[in-house]
């Protein structure tokens, strides 16, 4: 596609529930980055994929988030047992390496996360 | 720790104003640093970059930031400000020795005036 694309757009879900967003990166990028942008905390990173190495968790704040990219494409990031403090909105970023020009980062919509 | 401040929260400008926001940085080596926008309900649109060379560095949509090694700033620039470029603007440095994930300033939200 001609960006990166993310869906849904919005979610809106009752505290206690499972939630999966999902991310398409532009074709050919090696690397997808998720970050939450929240009112409290500002733009964050989660946790970033790069070929196929072991991704790096360390910026998910608890154990109820997780994220796997399967085939090196698409990504989904799960969030069990929503609570209130995880709305927020979800952004999904590919580039096409993680060192110098090829790192610059192309940022998809978002989703945002309402959780009641 | 690395990290990146940006001092204004809020600003507001008059439509064909000047306009600078701020960006200061804390990182322990070259920084590679962005300026990206986000519009009301949008996603972050890169303005410009600067990862070595020319420390005066142009952007799409008229911007310009300079890179300031001796005080740490990558401050960004527009001569003439359009009704159009209300949105919130953010500083970020890449961390190069993890992953590239990008950290960002807390954001300055641009208000403009007719």
């Known amino acids: 596609g001609a960006g990166v694309s993310q869906s849904p757009s919005n979610k809106v879900t009752e505290k206690g529930k499972d939630v999966e967003l999902r991310c398409d990166p532009i074709?050919?990028?090696?690397?997808l980055y998720w970050y939450r942008q929240s009112l409290g905390q500002g733009l964050e990173f989660l946790i970033y994929f790069q070929g196929n190495s072991a991704p790096d968790k360390s910026g998910l704040p608890s154990d109820r988030f997780s994220a796997e990219r399967t085939g090196g494409s698409v990504s989904t990031l799960t969030i069990q047992r929503t609570q209130q403090e995880d709305s927020a909105v979800y952004l999904c970023?590919?580039?096409?390496?993680?060192?110098?020009?090829?790192?610059?980062?192309?940022f998809g919509p978002g989703t945002r996360l309402t959780v009641l | 720790a690395q990290s990146v401040t940006q001092p204004d929260i809020h600003i507001t400008v008059s439509e064909g104003a000047s306009l600078e926001l701020r960006c200061n940085y804390s990182?322990?080596?070259?920084?590679?640093l962005f300026w990206y926008v986000q519009s009301p309900g949008q996603g972050l649109q890169l303005l410009l970059k600067?990862?070595?060379?020319?420390?005066l560095v142009q952007g799409i949509k008229g911007f310009e930031a300079e890179f300031k090694r001796s005080q740490s700033s990558f401050n960004l620039r527009k001569p003439s400000v359009h009704w159009s470029d209300a949105a919130e603007y953010f500083c970020a440095v890449v961390v190069y020795n993890q992953g590239g994930k990008l950290i960002f300033g807390q954001g300055t939200e641009l208000s403009v005036k007719p």
């Open positions: 990182y322990g080596a070259t920084p590679y």
């Open positions: 074709s050919g990028h090696t690397a």
């Open positions: 970023a590919s580039s096409l390496g993680i060192l110098g020009v090829y790192n610059e980062q192309f």
């Open positions: 600067y990862f070595s060379g020319d420390t």
